[in-house]
C-alpha cells in the first residue's frame, strides 16, 4: 500500500487511505508493484481493523482450566490419593468445559468473586448431572470432591488478585504509558476523551484536543483542554512525543483528514479514526472497542498483544540458538577485522528504533572510516573506504552477524524493515510520505524489501521508496511463517545475492 496521496484530497486522496482495508467484491486491496505472488494467498492477509488478543486474555484463557485442573490433583495429593484414569478422564472433562477462562484483570474484585463463584456453581451443576447420569461418583473419594469444590474458587478469586496487581504495576511503569491527543472537540471527541480518561489507569494518558473552531462552537468541556488547531497537530505529536492520535472529525472534514493524515505519517504516533456510528450501521471493517467506543485502526503496530509475545519469544529462541552455532564464525571475522586493518572490530552506529527512538546497532567494521555524524555517505560500489576484507563480509552479510546481540538485547528482531543510519531518516523522511511508519516495528537484520531485491545502496529517491513501500507491506501483512519464509530467503541471497557491497 502506498502512504502517498494524490493532490486531489477529495477523491483519489481519501480512496488511497480506504482501499487498503477493503476485502469485498468489487473492491480489491491495493496493489503496489512488484508484489510477490505470495500475497495474493488470503493466508498473508490483514486488515487495519483486527485488533489482537492481549496478553492478559491469553492468560486468562489458561489459567481459570489451569488451576481448576491444579486443584483438584492437589486435593489428591493431599488427601493421598492415586491419580487413576476416572481421575484424569474429570481433568479432561473440567479443562474443556472452562477454557477459555475469562479475563477478570481489569474488574473489581467483589465483582470477580462473584462471577467466578457463580460460574463455578454452574459448572459443579453441570457435573454432578454427568455423575448421576453416569452413576460415576463412587468412582471418586468424596473428601476430594470436598476440598476441591471448596478451593477452586478460592484459589481462582486469589489468581486474579494476583494478576491485577501485576498488570497494575506493569501498566504505571513510565515506559508503558501512552500519550494521546484527540482531533475533533465535538460531542463525539469529548466521549472519547472522557473514554481515554477512563483508561488512565491501562497506561493511557489524555492530552488534550485540538480544533480549528473558536469555543463558542466546541464542546464546552473541550475549552479548558485545547491545544490548537489541526496545523498545529503533527509538530505537537512530534515534540511532545505523543504515541496515540484519535481522529473524531466528521466525514464532511474529508480534505482536512486527508491533509492532517499526510502530515502526521511523518511522525511515529499511531493513528485512528473515530466514525461517529452510534447512529448508523457499520457495513465493512472490525472495530477495536475502547471502554465502549468504537475505533478504526488506521495506522498501528502489528507487534501488540500476542503478536508481541510470539514475535519477541521468536526472536529471543532463533536468536541465542543462532549465536551459540556461529559463535566460531564470529571468532574467525573478528580476528579477520582485526589482522587486515587497524581500528576496533566493532562498529557502532546510531540507528533509529522502535518508535523513531535512537538506538545503537553492532556491525563488523568493514570500513577504514567510522562515519556516525549529521551527515554519512551510504558505501557504494568500489568504495575506497571499504577493506579487502570488509569486501568479503559485507558481499556475504557477515558483518551483520553481531546484531543478533542487539535482538537479544531487544533493539531489534530478526526480521523487520533494515535500520538506516540517523542522519538518512532526517533527510528521507522530508522526501518520502509515512517514511517514519516503518519504524512502528523493531528494525531487523534482515526484511521483506531486502529478499526482494532492495539490498545494498539505495542511491535515488526511487528506491528509497520501493523499499519503504516493501517495509510498509511486511507491517500489513506479518505473520511468524512470514518471518520464517524471509529468514530461509536470506540464507539463500547470502550465498548468491551481489547486490551489497
Not at 476416572?86 to 479432561?92: H, R
Not at 515534540?239 to 474529508?254: D, H, M, N
Not at 499526510?262 to 511522525?267: A, C, I, P, R, S
Not at 531518516?425 to 534482515?446: C, L, S, W
Request: charged share 20%; glycine share 8%.
Amino acid at each position: 500500500m502506498s502512504y502517498e496521496l494524490s493532490e486531489n484530497h477529495s477523491a483519489s486522496g481519501l480512496r488511497a487511505l480506504r482501499e487498503p482495508v477493503r476485502h469485498g467484491a468489487g473492491h480489491p486491496a491495493t496493489r503496489p508493484v512488484s508484489r510477490s505472488p505470495m500475497f495474493e494467498d488470503r493466508s498473508y492477509k490483514r486488515t487495519f481493523y483486527s485488533a489482537p488478543q492481549s496478553v492478559t486474555s491469553l492468560v486468562a484463557a489458561f489459567m481459570e482450566p489451569a488451576v481448576t485442573v491444579l486443584t483438584y490433583l492437589g486435593a489428591n495429593a493431599w488427601f493421598q490419593e492415586p491419580v487413576v484414569r476416572s481421575d484424569l478422564t474429570l481433568c479432561l472433562l473440567i479443562f474443556a468445559l472452562t477454557f477459555p477462562g475469562r479475563n477478570r484483570f481489569k474488574e473489581p474484585l467483589l465483582n470477580a468473586a462473584v462471577d467466578i463463584t457463580s460460574s463455578w456453581v454452574v459448572l459443579l451443576s453441570i457435573l454432578a448431572l454427568c455423575g448421576y447420569a453416569t452413576r460415576s461418583f463412587g468412582l471418586f473419594n468424596g473428601d476430594v470432591l470436598l476440598a476441591w469444590a471448596v478451593g477452586t474458587p478460592i484459589l481462582q478469586w486469589g489468581a486474579v488478585g494476583i494478576g491485577q496487581r501485576i498488570v497494575q504495576r506493569a501498566d504505571a511503569r513510565p515506559e508503558a504509558r501512552r500519550s494521546a491527543v484527540v482531533v475533533g472537540a465535538g460531542p463525539l471527541g469529548v466521549k472519547v476523551a472522557r473514554a481515554l480518561a477512563e483508561a488512565e489507569e491501562q497506561g493511557i494518558d489524555f492530552v488534550g484536543f485540538f480544533d480549528d473552531r473558536s469555543d463558542e462552537r466546541v464542546h464546552d468541556d473541550a475549552v479548558p483542554q485545547r491545544l490548537g488547531g489541526l496545523k498545529e497537530v503533527a509538530g505537537y505529536v512530534r515534540a511532545r512525543g505523543i504515541k496515540e492520535v484519535f481522529i473524531t472529525l466528521p466525514l464532511g472534514s474529508q480534505p482536512r483528514i486527508v491533509e492532517l493524515l499526510e502530515n502526521l505519517q511523518g511522525t511515529t504516533a499511531s493513528l485512528y479514526f473515530v466514525p461517529d456510528v452510534f447512529g448508523i450501521s457499520i457495513i465493512q471493517g472490525r472495530l477495536q472497542d475502547m471502554n465502549g467506543v468504537p475505533v478504526v485502526g488506521i495506522c498501528e503496530t502489528p507487534f501488540t498483544g500476542t503478536n508481541e509475545l510470539v514475535k519477541r519469544i521468536s526472536d529471543i529462541v532463533l536468536a541465542a540458538l543462532i549465536l551459540v552455532l556461529i559463535s566460531p564464525v564470529l571468532a574467525a571475522i573478528a580476528i579477520g577485522v582485526k589482522l587486515t586493518s587497524p581500528g576496533p572490530v566493532i562498529f557502532r552506529q546510531r540507528r533509529n528504533g522502535l518508535d523513531g527512538d535512537e538506538i545503537t546497532v553492532y556491525k563488523f567494521r568493514s570500513m577504514t572510516t567510522q562515519d556516525n555524524g549529521p551527515v554519512v555517505q551510504q558505501a557504494t560500489k568500489h568504495d575506497a573506504r571499504i577493506t579487502p576484507f570488509g569486501a568479503f563480509i559485507r558481499r556475504t552479510s557477515l558483518d551483520e552477524l553481531p546484531q543478533f546481540v542487539n535482538v537479544l538485547q531487544g533493539r531489534m528482531s530478526i526480521v523487520g524493515p533494515r535500520p538506516h543510519a540517523v542522519a538518512h531518516n532526517e533527510q528521507y523522511r522530508q522526501m518520502i510520505k509515512a517514511y517514519m511508519v516503518r519504524h512502528k516495528v523493531k528494525p531487523g537484520i534482515t526484511g521483506w524489501a531486502q529478499v526482494n531485491g532492495l539490498r545494498g545502496e539505495t542511491d535515488t529517491v526511487e528506491k528509497m521508496k520501493a523499499r519503504v513501500e516493501y517495509d510498509l507491506e511486511y507491517l500489513r501483512n506479518w505473520s511468524l511463517g512470514l518471518d520464517l519464509q524471509i529468514i530461509a530467503r536470506t540464507v539463500k541471497l547470502v550465498f548468491f545475492d551481489r547486490n551489497a557491497y
